[in-house]
């Protein structure tokens, strides 16, 4: 009998022991999961900080209105001039003309994955738009200024070597995989529930795509071409190199502009003395992004808000 106690009593024992460890080591996790996310918020605390603190001193020197007002960016040559509306334009130029390329190419390979292709069709697509979104955006470049830009030149003779349809065109290819992959997701996710019941009224497949998977899929195929935006509109390295280094007002995409990422790129290459306000203006150009995104980012979220579904299967 008092083996039998002592028996479990030890078994008593060790799961006691063990709660202790269980309720330890869930502990640990969650403290590991906090310090996870604090890390993000410290990270973006710290670039906004850096920023602004970098920021501050340009404009003691250059007025608010004058850098959003200004039609000229200059501040490497004398006379130095600081309107930023070039560089924005020219951000703003490529991003549009991004958007009209990646946006009917991504949506459009979307329905066709997800309404019309089969597994095996699919199983060859995916890989291959996965692969196009891991080749280097300096590739693209090249590419552009190597194929793009000589394509164009023979169709339209106004087209200089360095421009921002070029740039804007090869910024579109890169984005499509991501437009396509989201809202080709977003449509999959949509209940079956729905086509059935739009092919039991007699709609076509072409029907039902695009007046009912479409709608309903609405809010994240607005998420994927708002992400491509944003894409595009930080770019850097295929743009430098395809739309070249010329911060123009101009809507023109047949002229060479220059973007405020390609600004950065070009004013960062080391022969900027620090402390000078030529130096920060690559703070300057990097919380004008910065307040960009946030900005768009915002307006995303309420338009998701409107616009989102939710089902019940």
Known sequence: ?????????????????????????????????????????????????????????????????????????????????????????????????????????????????????????????????????????????????????????????????????????????????????LSDDAMRAVPDSLRYAAYALGSTKFETSFKIVFPAALSGVIASMVLAVSRAIGETMAVTLASGATPKLTLNPLESIQTMTAYIVQVSLGDTPQGTIEYQTIFVIGLTLFVITLCMNIVSNKVLDRYKLKYEV
């Open 1 to 181: 009998m008092t083996d039998n106690h002592s028996y479990w009593a030890a078994i008593v024992r060790r799961c006691r022991n063990w709660n202790r460890n269980s309720r330890f080591s869930e502990k640990s996790v969650v403290i590991f999961l906090w310090l996870s996310a604090m890390v993000s918020i410290l990270t973006t605390l710290g670039i906004v900080w850096v920023l602004f603190k970098e920021s501050l001193p340009f404009f003691s020197e250059v007025s608010l209105f004058e850098y959003l007002m200004g039609t000229q960016w200059s501040p490497l040559f004398s006379p130095q001039k600081f309107g930023v509306l070039p560089l924005i334009c020219g951000t703003f130029l490529i991003a549009a003309g991004a958007a009209m390329v990646a946006i009917p190419f991504g949506v459009g390979t979307a329905i066709f994955l997800s309404e019309y292709a089969s597994n095996r069709t699919r199983d060859v697509i995916k890989p291959v738009m996965e692969v196009l979104s891991g080749i280097p955006t300096v590739v693209y470049g090249y590419f552009a200024l190597t194929f793009i830009t000589p394509l164009l030149q023979s169709v339209i003779a106004d087209v200089e070597v360095f421009n921002a349809l070029s740039g804007a065109i090869v910024v579109g290819i890169m984005t499509i995989p991501m437009v396509a992959s």
